[in-house]
């Protein structure tokens, strides 16, 4: 595959929106810096409330161009009925080897769901993604493509009871977060829906705790489900992202990895 049809980062999530809320800002942050992102959306999200499917998919297209992806794909899984399966998890492997995304972003995949709590497609689509990462690498599956290893899985929608590994910092961005979530009109801005919830005010409260966090006005959290290999310490610090992670050879003549 070429590398122009590879992309940096693609996001997952379960319904149209999804990325936006959880992911928007940094979405928009890293096309900014010059990285190539795309969404992928398991279902059409024609459960919600408010919209049709036809209505979100137009808000999608909208918001995405906001956000400057360029990629976005919408499968269509079953709102509320999505379910961790294997045929699902090589659907969504099939893109990734298609993509071939370095990162992916996904759903947090544990926690309740419920009332007040996470929606169960968004621990599915979790669930999914995690699996499917694992699929991708497996060559006897029937998955077309090419086997692909994707080099990191970092998770948003975050319950309140599980802090964040990471918190990137999306101040220059929060305009531009607020304007592709607007674009979502049926399900923010949606004078049908109870007037008692102001979903942009919780979203922007949501973000300035996460950017009380590390000392800046807005951010978006993230967690890691397993530990990050790490060689240089200082890399944390000093935003030399090259040297976080540096490959290594075993010398026979000083018998060390080098």
Known sequence: MSSEN????????????????????????????????????LTKGEMGTGGTPEIRARESLTAAQIMKTDLLETLDLGDTKLVDTPENRNI???????????LLLAP??????????SHADHLAAGSIAMNACCYATF???????EPFHVSALFHYFLPVEE?????????????????ALSA??????NPEKPKTRDYLWNLETMARNYGTMIGVKYGQGFKIGE?????DL???VNGERAHCRRTLAYNPATRRME
């Open 6 to 41: 590879r992309y940096d980062l693609i996001a997952i999530g379960a319904h149209p929106d999804d990325v936006e809320v959880g992911t928007g800002g940094v979405l928009l942050k890293m096309a900014q810096m010059g990285y190539r992102t795309g969404i992928i959306y």
């Open 92 to 102: 969504v492997a099939g893109l990734i080897r298609k993509h071939q995304p370095t």
């Open 108 to 117: 947090w995949p544990r926690g309740g769901h419920g009332k007040r709590a």
């Open 139 to 145: 060559k006897k599956l029937p998955i077309a493509g």
């Open 163 to 179: 802090p964040p590994t990471f918190v990137v910092d999306i101040t220059e961005q929060f305009d531009g977060w607020i304007a």
């Open 184 to 189: 979502h009109e049926s399900q923010f801005l």
């Open 227 to 231: 530990p990050m290999v790490i060689e």
């Open 234 to 236: 200082f890399c944390l």
